[in-house]
DNA sequence: CAGATTGTTCTCAT
DNA sequence: TATGAGAACAATCT
């Protein structure tokens, strides 16, 4: 689930249940979910500190306080909910900060990714967050074309590659693709200059969109409420949408509205 | 039971 | 050097 628009939901959670709150106890249900930290340390860090105002970079979170700075990431499954101290417990909840009243919860079913902590809030976040490519949502027009026009592979891997621009996952590349007109499988460098800005603004929208729904939104105006059918229709022509394998990723496509050439 | 899954990362091949 | 395929990771669901 979580791409782009699912981590900055979180965000939003974390800036109004928990910025400005001192964080009074630290639980580890699960510390299969910290990487490069122990329980203690994390706890050690955390305790006592208050949440300042939080940033995202492309799917990471960045749940800064006036210490360290604790990094999230959701991996497909993962979620930050806030909830009243005493809520039953989700037996996926892996760490639960306990901030008074309310409890913020980092819960994920499957554990792929996690939590990280910077105890140098500038420095290691610098290098936790090296490789990542510019944030999907601030790439202008120019800057975008740039990088795109210097990939030699699949639009759909350069898109969904976060070395490359950060934020965008398989749904949103599909929905973004689609909408652009774009076979996934064109290559990103033989993209014309009309494509290109095409596939910037698509992105603009559907990023703007999804971030308001705070998820890629399952409509069936979009290719993402389609995807799941058992014989998915176009919601634009009508025609049978088309199912692949691009860059390891179950891809979902419309042959009629996006064309092989160019 | 086999196969699939919205994320990342690593290895090996091209 | 850059890409791509496939596996691995974990825990389900179809």
Known sequence: MPELPDVEGFREVLDSCARGKRIERVEVHDAGVLHGVTV???GRAL???RFAEPARHGKWLLARTDGPT???????TGQLVCCRAGDPPDPHDRVVLALGREELRFRDQRKLQGLWLAEDPDADVARILHGQGPDALSLDRAAF???LSRRRGRVKAALTDQSVLAGLGNLLADEILWRAGLRPTRRADRLDDAELGRL????RRTLRSSVRAGRVPPRR???TG???DSDPTCPRCDGPLSRGRVGG???VWCPRCQPDGS
Do not use: C, I, V, Y
């Open 40 to 42: 203690a340390r994390l």
């Open 226 to 228: 389609r995807r799941d």
């Open 70 to 76: 604790l990094m999230m990431h959701f991996g497909m």
């Open 221 to 223: 105006s979009w290719l």
């Open 249 to 251: 990723r179950g891809t």
């Open 200 to 203: 910037h603004s698509e992105m």
């Open 145 to 147: 074309k740039d990088l």
């Open 47 to 49: 305790q006592g500190r």
